[in-house]
Protein backbone atom coordinates (compact mmCIF):
# COMPACT_ATOMS: atom_id res chain seq x y z
CA UNK A 1 0.00 0.00 0.00
CA UNK A 2 1.16 3.57 0.03
CA UNK A 3 0.06 6.57 2.02
CA UNK A 4 -1.45 9.89 0.44
CA UNK A 5 -2.35 13.49 1.97
CA UNK A 6 -3.73 15.87 -0.34
CA UNK A 7 -4.17 19.30 1.59
CA UNK A 8 -6.91 20.85 -0.95
CA UNK A 9 -8.06 23.75 -1.33
CA UNK A 10 -7.26 25.35 1.48
CA UNK A 11 -4.27 27.83 0.58
CA UNK A 12 -5.17 29.91 -1.73
CA UNK A 13 -1.57 30.37 -3.46
CA UNK A 14 -1.19 26.23 -3.63
CA UNK A 15 -4.81 24.94 -3.70
CA UNK A 16 -3.14 21.67 -3.99
CA UNK A 17 -0.29 20.36 -1.49
CA UNK A 18 1.04 16.80 -1.61
CA UNK A 19 3.14 14.41 0.53
CA UNK A 20 3.17 11.04 -0.06
CA UNK A 21 5.36 7.51 0.87
CA UNK A 22 5.02 5.00 -2.12
CA UNK A 23 5.46 1.32 -0.32
CA UNK A 24 6.56 -1.43 -2.95
CA UNK A 25 8.74 -4.59 -2.93
CA UNK A 26 12.12 -3.74 -2.45
CA UNK A 27 13.60 -5.82 -5.97
CA UNK A 28 10.75 -3.93 -8.23
CA UNK A 29 12.92 -1.30 -9.69
CA UNK A 30 11.55 2.07 -10.63
CA UNK A 31 12.68 5.36 -12.29
CA UNK A 32 12.53 8.79 -10.45
CA UNK A 33 10.28 11.78 -12.09
CA UNK A 34 10.84 12.74 -15.05
CA UNK A 35 9.41 14.04 -17.89
CA UNK A 36 7.65 11.94 -20.44
CA UNK A 37 7.26 12.49 -24.37
CA UNK A 38 3.78 12.76 -25.57
CA UNK A 39 1.19 15.51 -24.90
CA UNK A 40 0.26 16.94 -22.57
CA UNK A 41 3.35 16.69 -20.97
CA UNK A 42 3.55 14.78 -17.91
CA UNK A 43 6.04 14.65 -15.20
CA UNK A 44 5.97 11.29 -13.22
CA UNK A 45 7.88 8.35 -12.26
CA UNK A 46 7.63 4.95 -13.62
CA UNK A 47 7.48 1.21 -12.55
CA UNK A 48 10.11 -0.66 -14.27
CA UNK A 49 8.29 -3.85 -15.04
CA UNK A 50 4.98 -2.52 -15.77
CA UNK A 51 5.22 1.10 -16.95
CA UNK A 52 3.04 2.57 -14.69
CA UNK A 53 3.57 5.44 -12.46
CA UNK A 54 2.26 5.65 -8.57
CA UNK A 55 1.89 9.73 -8.91
CA UNK A 56 2.12 12.67 -11.07
CA UNK A 57 1.32 16.09 -12.43
CA UNK A 58 0.66 16.92 -16.15
CA UNK A 59 0.90 20.43 -17.90
CA UNK A 60 -2.27 21.03 -17.03
CA UNK A 61 -2.14 21.30 -13.43
CA UNK A 62 -3.57 18.07 -12.59
CA UNK A 63 -2.31 15.56 -9.84
CA UNK A 64 -3.07 12.18 -10.21
CA UNK A 65 -2.15 9.10 -7.01
CA UNK A 66 -2.85 5.68 -6.62
CA UNK A 67 -2.97 3.41 -3.94
CA UNK A 68 -3.71 -0.49 -3.54
CA UNK A 69 -7.41 -1.38 -1.83
CA UNK A 70 -7.56 -4.32 1.01
CA UNK A 71 -9.96 -6.20 0.49
CA UNK A 72 -10.70 -7.92 -2.88
CA UNK A 73 -9.85 -10.65 -4.93
CA UNK A 74 -7.96 -9.38 -7.61
CA UNK A 75 -8.87 -10.40 -11.30
CA UNK A 76 -6.65 -12.72 -13.13
CA UNK A 77 -3.93 -11.12 -15.09
CA UNK A 78 -5.22 -8.18 -13.72
CA UNK A 79 -3.59 -4.60 -15.63
CA UNK A 80 -1.57 -2.48 -13.62
CA UNK A 81 -2.49 0.27 -11.38
CA UNK A 82 0.05 2.16 -12.07
CA UNK A 83 -0.98 2.25 -16.16
CA UNK A 84 -4.46 3.48 -14.95
CA UNK A 85 -2.49 6.53 -13.45
CA UNK A 86 -0.46 7.25 -16.58
CA UNK A 87 -4.01 7.19 -18.75
CA UNK A 88 -5.73 9.18 -16.20
CA UNK A 89 -2.75 11.76 -16.55
CA UNK A 90 -3.06 12.38 -20.44
CA UNK A 91 -6.33 13.73 -20.01
CA UNK A 92 -6.81 17.44 -19.51
CA UNK A 93 -8.68 18.20 -16.35
CA UNK A 94 -9.90 16.57 -13.26
CA UNK A 95 -13.43 15.65 -14.55
CA UNK A 96 -12.80 14.06 -17.74
CA UNK A 97 -9.47 12.23 -15.82
CA UNK A 98 -12.17 10.38 -13.45
CA UNK A 99 -14.74 9.55 -16.68
CA UNK A 100 -11.82 8.02 -18.43
CA UNK A 101 -11.08 6.16 -15.23
CA UNK A 102 -14.62 5.24 -14.91
CA UNK A 103 -14.48 3.92 -18.26
CA UNK A 104 -11.59 1.88 -17.74
CA UNK A 105 -12.65 0.73 -14.57
CA UNK A 106 -15.61 -0.92 -15.49
CA UNK A 107 -13.67 -3.46 -17.41
CA UNK A 108 -13.08 -5.38 -14.16
CA UNK A 109 -9.43 -5.77 -15.01
CA UNK A 110 -7.74 -3.63 -12.55
CA UNK A 111 -6.74 -4.80 -9.17
CA UNK A 112 -8.33 -2.85 -6.04
CA UNK A 113 -7.17 0.40 -5.68
CA UNK A 114 -7.70 4.06 -4.60
CA UNK A 115 -7.23 6.75 -7.17
CA UNK A 116 -6.61 10.89 -6.44
CA UNK A 117 -7.49 13.11 -9.45
CA UNK A 118 -7.61 16.76 -8.82
CA UNK A 119 -7.25 20.03 -9.97
CA UNK A 120 -7.68 23.92 -9.34
CA UNK A 121 -11.30 23.21 -10.43
CA UNK A 122 -12.49 19.84 -9.09
CA UNK A 123 -11.14 17.11 -7.37
CA UNK A 124 -12.39 13.53 -6.58
CA UNK A 125 -11.26 10.10 -4.92
CA UNK A 126 -12.24 6.53 -7.03
CA UNK A 127 -12.61 3.45 -4.67
CA UNK A 128 -12.20 0.60 -6.71
CA UNK A 129 -13.11 -3.06 -5.41
CA UNK A 130 -15.94 -4.39 -6.89
CA UNK A 131 -17.49 -1.61 -8.13
CA UNK A 132 -16.07 1.66 -8.35
CA UNK A 133 -17.27 4.25 -6.80
CA UNK A 134 -16.39 8.12 -6.85
CA UNK A 135 -17.09 10.77 -4.10
CA UNK A 136 -15.51 14.06 -3.97
CA UNK A 137 -12.16 15.61 -2.53
CA UNK A 138 -12.88 17.51 0.48
CA UNK A 139 -12.10 20.96 0.92
CA UNK A 140 -9.12 20.40 3.95
CA UNK A 141 -7.40 17.53 4.44
CA UNK A 142 -7.64 13.96 2.75
CA UNK A 143 -5.71 11.31 3.67
CA UNK A 144 -5.64 7.71 2.03
CA UNK A 145 -4.12 4.52 2.48
CA UNK A 146 -5.31 1.39 1.52
CA UNK A 147 -9.16 1.87 2.92
CA UNK A 148 -11.33 4.54 1.99
CA UNK A 149 -10.35 8.39 2.08
CA UNK A 150 -10.19 9.79 5.73
CA UNK A 151 -11.33 6.22 7.00
CA UNK A 152 -11.63 6.62 10.67
CA UNK A 153 -11.02 2.87 11.49
CA UNK A 154 -7.83 3.10 9.36
CA UNK A 155 -4.75 3.97 12.16
CA UNK A 156 -2.41 5.09 10.03
CA UNK A 157 -4.72 7.38 8.55
CA UNK A 158 -5.72 8.88 11.47
CA UNK A 159 -1.76 9.19 13.08
CA UNK A 160 -1.15 10.73 9.64
CA UNK A 161 -4.11 13.38 10.48
CA UNK A 162 -3.31 13.87 13.76
CA UNK A 163 0.27 14.74 13.12
CA UNK A 164 -1.11 17.09 10.28
CA UNK A 165 -3.07 18.97 12.34
CA UNK A 166 -1.03 19.93 14.65
CA UNK A 167 -0.16 23.10 13.45
CA UNK A 168 -1.76 25.60 11.27
CA UNK A 169 -0.85 24.63 7.85
CA UNK A 170 -1.70 27.79 5.65
CA UNK A 171 0.90 28.03 2.97
CA UNK A 172 2.92 25.44 0.99
CA UNK A 173 5.96 26.08 2.78
CA UNK A 174 4.37 25.16 6.17
CA UNK A 175 2.66 22.01 4.58
CA UNK A 176 6.29 21.05 3.03
CA UNK A 177 7.57 21.73 6.04
CA UNK A 178 5.99 19.64 8.69
CA UNK A 179 4.63 17.00 5.98
CA UNK A 180 8.15 16.45 5.32
CA UNK A 181 8.84 15.20 8.93
CA UNK A 182 5.35 13.53 9.60
CA UNK A 183 6.07 11.52 6.43
CA UNK A 184 9.59 10.76 7.52
CA UNK A 185 8.46 9.28 10.76
CA UNK A 186 10.46 6.19 11.12
CA UNK A 187 8.64 2.45 12.22
CA UNK A 188 7.93 2.19 15.72
CA UNK A 189 7.33 -0.74 17.70
CA UNK A 190 5.49 -3.73 16.22
CA UNK A 191 1.79 -3.17 15.80
CA UNK A 192 2.00 0.22 16.27
CA UNK A 193 0.67 2.67 13.28
CA UNK A 194 3.84 4.24 11.76
CA UNK A 195 4.24 6.34 8.47
CA UNK A 196 7.70 4.74 7.14
CA UNK A 197 7.08 1.09 6.71
CA UNK A 198 10.41 -1.12 6.67
CA UNK A 199 9.87 -5.12 6.09
CA UNK A 200 11.95 -7.66 5.03
CA UNK A 201 10.94 -7.29 1.16
CA UNK A 202 8.10 -4.65 1.04
CA UNK A 203 8.48 -1.36 2.46
CA UNK A 204 8.50 2.36 1.81
CA UNK A 205 10.79 3.16 -1.29
CA UNK A 206 10.50 6.96 -1.45
CA UNK A 207 8.60 9.72 -0.86
CA UNK A 208 7.03 13.00 -2.80
CA UNK A 209 6.54 16.23 -1.41
CA UNK A 210 4.23 18.81 -4.19
CA UNK A 211 3.09 22.05 -4.00
CA UNK A 212 0.56 23.07 -7.23
CA UNK A 213 0.07 26.72 -7.89
CA UNK A 214 -1.72 28.96 -10.63
CA UNK A 215 1.82 30.49 -11.33
CA UNK A 216 4.11 27.81 -12.28
CA UNK A 217 7.43 29.71 -10.70
CA UNK A 218 5.39 28.69 -7.35
CA UNK A 219 5.63 25.15 -8.00
CA UNK A 220 7.40 22.72 -6.02
CA UNK A 221 8.09 18.97 -6.65
CA UNK A 222 10.24 17.18 -4.14
CA UNK A 223 11.41 13.69 -4.10
CA UNK A 224 13.08 11.09 -2.05
CA UNK A 225 14.40 7.81 -3.35
CA UNK A 226 14.21 5.95 -0.77
CA UNK A 227 12.43 6.22 2.55
CA UNK A 228 12.20 9.57 3.88
CA UNK A 229 13.99 9.00 7.13
CA UNK A 230 17.05 7.99 5.47
CA UNK A 231 17.30 9.80 2.50
CA UNK A 232 17.52 13.44 2.02
CA UNK A 233 14.72 14.78 -0.90
CA UNK A 234 15.89 16.18 -3.59
CA UNK A 235 14.36 19.39 -5.37
CA UNK A 236 12.61 18.47 -8.97
CA UNK A 237 10.66 21.64 -9.37
CA UNK A 238 12.50 23.09 -12.49
CA UNK A 239 10.89 20.07 -14.43
CA UNK A 240 7.86 20.63 -12.73
CA UNK A 241 7.69 24.50 -13.51
CA UNK A 242 8.75 23.72 -16.86
CA UNK A 243 5.96 21.87 -17.88
CA UNK A 244 3.30 23.72 -16.10
CA UNK A 245 4.68 26.96 -18.05
CA UNK A 246 3.96 24.71 -20.89
CA UNK A 247 0.57 24.01 -20.61
CA UNK A 248 0.32 27.95 -19.48
CA UNK A 249 1.46 29.57 -22.71
CA UNK A 250 -0.30 26.89 -24.67
CA UNK A 251 -3.85 27.62 -22.90
CA UNK A 252 -3.46 31.34 -24.05
CA UNK A 253 -2.28 30.58 -27.17
CA UNK A 254 -5.87 28.62 -27.87
CA UNK A 255 -7.54 31.62 -26.23
CA UNK A 256 -6.07 34.15 -28.18
CA UNK A 257 -7.24 32.43 -31.25
CA UNK A 258 -10.56 31.67 -29.95
Known amino acids: MCLLAVLYRLVPESPIL ?42 HGMFVGVSSRRGNTDPLGARSRGLLAREVLRTGNARKGVDKAMEELMTH ?74 FARSPTPQGRPTMVSR ?15 PKPRDAIFQFSAGAPDQAKYEDYSPMLRDILSRGL ?5 KTKVN
Do not use: M
Open 199 to 213: GSDYGTISSSLIALS
Open 109 to 182: RYEGLNLIVCDAESGWVVHADQEPDVVPLEEGLNIIGNQNVNDPTDERVQLAHRLLTLQLLDSPVKFLAVASKV
Open 249 to 253: REARS
Open 18 to 59: VAANREEYYDRPSQPPSIQSGKPRVLCGLDQRAGGTWLGVNQ
